[in-house]
């Protein structure tokens, strides 16, 4: 644990958003190969054929188990958990008192009275912090991602099958019948003699499997995929491509994490929590007021997620959004000529526009760019890359309702002023990019609208 506290560093910046803003901790890794071939041919796999992505070194394990682990989770999450049986896995979302995102993960119901929270950090925190100040007959064991992880492999694998061929490799591997079973429920298969758990999942808009097992399994696991996958087309995805594909299926990886509420409970949090755990903020959004940087389930598609069935940490303030106005989550896609002439600059006298890296150009843990609209803030432009699929680059983004409407034309500002102390962050200037709305998920209207085109 950190020497320091997020209250203690609060209290020597003196501002959420110039700590934040500052800090230098970079967007999150895929600590997996960058590259198998290249990025612009792996991400063409999950449409044409079947992808294979190692998701066994990015993400956090939190295993809760215990009678009380499921009243926990209940009273954190926003779900519902009305017949959420073994063999089930949900997206589980938490908010802070005033019903700003702290953030989500899958939890797979894996026995009774024993779950798998799996994701980025900010929530997997949050969990373990309220089983340690609450009355709960339950424990928590943590497997950190391999980038932070001070020993040893993961305790489990996990491997992404998606795309068309997805389903017939995994007949061929497992020598059966696909089994029958709905989005976000787990099957069994044999892979290798070995027993394997398959949740059925989506990815980019491709059906597929999440499969995972003990760690010790990997290695046979993944040759026996590999080698079916030969007659189906299957592409072993690298990081690079990996990063995107949220960038189809709509989901906003890493939204700032709400910390920063007055009420007691948080500022009790800000003294548990390491200054480590806490992200980086960058792009062009620069109000000096933290809570514009923060989302809401509603604004960024999880509405439909929000149950008001049980008592949980932020609901009053969530039942009084339910009946608010909300930003809406939309695709942005940029101008190919305004892109076009930001990365040019790069070969004119400087300084140029900041250096937009791909696939994916986000520098900070939280990418957060404003949305202009006749010379007036709209929304905050969220996540950003480019999809070779389409050959466009876009973002997810949150925008006010009333511009939600697909072929309304925005301008997303692009770069820092002033500059950041972020390392990524180099001398710049910023520059306007005109960007479309189009829908979330992208991977739909694209292949019947934009490519078209």
Same mark, same amino acid.
């Given at each position: ?201 989506? &990815? !980019?808009?491709? %059906? ?9 399994? $990997? @290695?046979? /696991?993944? #040759? =026996? ?95 009084? &959004? !339910?009946?608010? %106005? ?9 101008? $190919? @000529?305004? /892109?076009? #002439? =930001? ?111």
């Amino acid at each position: 644990m950190s020497s320091e506290s997020l209250a203690a560093a609060l209290g020597r910046a003196g501002s959420p958003v110039e700590l934040l803003r500052n800090l230098a901790f970079p967007p999150s890794t895929f600590p997996v190969q960058p590259e198998f071939t290249n990025w612009r041919s792996e991400q063409r796999s999950w449409v044409e054929a079947c992808a294979l992505l190692d998701q066994s070194h990015h993400m956090t394990d939190l295993f809760l188990s215990g009678p009380d682990a499921l009243r926990l989770l209940t009273d954190v999450g926003v779900n519902s958990f009305a017949g959420f049986d073994v063999g089930k896995a949900k997206q589980f979302v938490a908010v802070n008192p005033e019903g700003h995102l702290i953030g989500d993960a899958i939890l797979f119901h894996l026995e009774d009275e024993l779950f798998d929270l799996v994701g980025h950090p900010m929530v997997i925190d949050w969990v373990t912090f309220h089983l340690e100040r609450g009355d709960y007959d339950a424990t928590a064991e943590r497997d950190d991602n391999s980038a932070v992880r001070k020993a040893g492999p993961p305790k489990l694998y996990r491997y992404e099958l998606q795309g068309p061929t997805a389903a017939a490799l995994l007949e061929q591997v497992s020598g059966a019948p696909l089994p029958e079973v709905r989005f976000f429920t787990m099957a069994e298969f044999g892979i290798a003699g070995r027993r394997v758990r398959g949740l059925r999942h989506g &990815m !980019a808009g491709q %059906p597929g499997f999440e499969l995972f097992g003990p760690w010790e399994d $990997a @290695d046979a /696991v993944l #040759a =026996a995929l590999l080698e079916a996958g030969a007659d189906h087309g299957l592409v072993r995805v690298g990081a690079k491509a990996y990063s995107t594909a949220n960038l189809e299926s709509g989901w906003v990886p890493a939204p700032l994490t709400a910390l920063f509420s007055d009420d007691p409970l948080m500022q009790e949090y800000r003294e548990w929590l390491p200054i480590e755990k806490v992200g980086s903020i960058g792009g062009s959004m620069d109000s000096p007021d933290i809570r514009d940087y923060c989302l809401t389930p509603y604004e960024v598609g999880y509405g439909k997620t929000v149950k008001f069935d049980h008592e949980f940490i932020g609901r009053e303030a969530l039942e009084r &959004m !339910a009946q608010e %106005p909300a930003r809406t989550k939309v695709t942005l896609v940029w101008n $190919a @000529d305004d /892109v076009t #002439a =930001a990365i040019g600059s790069l070969f004119r006298p400087g300084p140029g526009a900041k250096y937009v890296e791909l696939p994916k150009a986000r520098y900070a843990t939280h990418h957060e760019d404003k949305v202009v609209k006749d010379g007036r803030t709209v929304g905050i432009s969220l996540d950003c890359g480019y999809l070779a699929n389409e050959r466009a680059m876009v973002s997810l983004a949150v925008v006010d309702a009333d511009l939600a409407e697909p072929g309304t034309e925005v301008t997303v500002l692009w770069g820092e002023q002033p500059v950041s102390a972020k390392p990524a962050v180099e001398e710049h200037r910023q520059v306007e990019v005109r960007a479309t709305v189009a829908p979330v998920p992208f991977v739909d209207f694209a292949r019947e609208n934009y490519r078209a085109r």
